[in-house]
T-cell receptor, first 109, second 115 residues
Framework: QQPVQSPQAVILREGEDAVINCSSS?????VHWYRQKHGEAPVFLMI?????EQKGHEKISASFNEKKQQSSLYLTASQLSYSGTYFC??????????FGTGTRLKVLA | DADVTQTPRNRITKTGKRIMLECSQT?????MYWYRQDPGLGLRLIYY???????NKGEISDGYSVSRQAQAKFSLSLESAIPNQTALYFC??????????????FGAGTRLSVL
């Protein structure tokens, strides 16, 4: 069962903030976040390894709550370059990898 | 040069044809994966391999086969292509090292159309 992301899509104006959530029905031991621009390959953004630990990348940060089996991605003061589809990813079972359902984000000028 | 290289980048083929998509990597990773992405949909795992002698089915392996020719090479074959296999295919690699364990590094993708 793949992790479910919310919202499915979001439209922002430049400078606005957004939160993308990733929820799993199974225990999460680590979470990865990726961004995929249209027509391109997904690119790794950050890794969350410990419950509650936040990692940052530019103006993008994330949190990971092991107990709730959730991770959230925070985009602050969004820029046009943030547009794309965001995926969470995690290991499922023995080594198999699984991606979340994805969130399409569009930033308008 | 790209660390994960997929060939071809684009391919148009006819129903019933056999086709092979190739992936090679210079990252030194032991783990390799094939994913399929359909428009507006997420990434679904087709096959994965953790070393040359290890091949595992993913979520949607029916109609596909793979070959791990070397640590750096992992090929995906469609034995008899059908139109609903039209999609964007990605190869990815990951390391088993603790620090960046399982982070997926992608090739540029192969856009396949089956007519």
């Amino acid at each position: 069962q793949q992790p479910v992301q919310s919202p499915q899509a979001v439209i922002l104006r430049e400078g606005e903030d957004a939160v993308i959530n990733c929820s799993s029905s199974k225990a999460l031991y680590s979470v990865h976040w990726y961004r995929q621009k249209h027509g391109e390959a997904p690119v790794f953004l950050m890794i969350l390894l410990k419950g509650g630990e936040q990692k940052g990348h530019e103006k993008i940060s994330a949190s990971f709550n092991e107990k709730k089996q959730q991770s959230s991605l925070y985009l602050t003061a969004s820029q046009l370059s943030y547009s794309g589809t965001y995926f969470c990813g995690t290991v499922s079972g023995t080594y198999k990898y699984i991606f979340g359902t994805g969130t399409r984000l569009k930033v308008l000028a | 040069d790209a660390d994960v290289t997929q060939t071809p980048r684009n391919r148009i083929t006819k129903t019933g044809k056999r086709i092979m998509l190739e992936c090679s990597q210079t990252k030194g990773h032991d783990r390799m994966y094939w994913y399929r992405q359909d428009p507006g949909l997420g990434l679904r795992l087709i096959y994965y391999s953790f070393d040359v002698k290890d091949i595992n089915k993913g979520e949607i392996s029916d109609g596909y086969s793979v070959s791990r020719q070397a640590q750096a090479k992992f090929s995906l074959s469609l034995e008899s292509a059908i139109p609903n296999q039209t999609a964007l295919y990605f190869c990815a690699t990951s390391s088993g090292r603790a620090r960046d364990k399982n982070i997926q590094y992608f090739g540029a993708g192969t856009r396949l159309s089956v007519l």
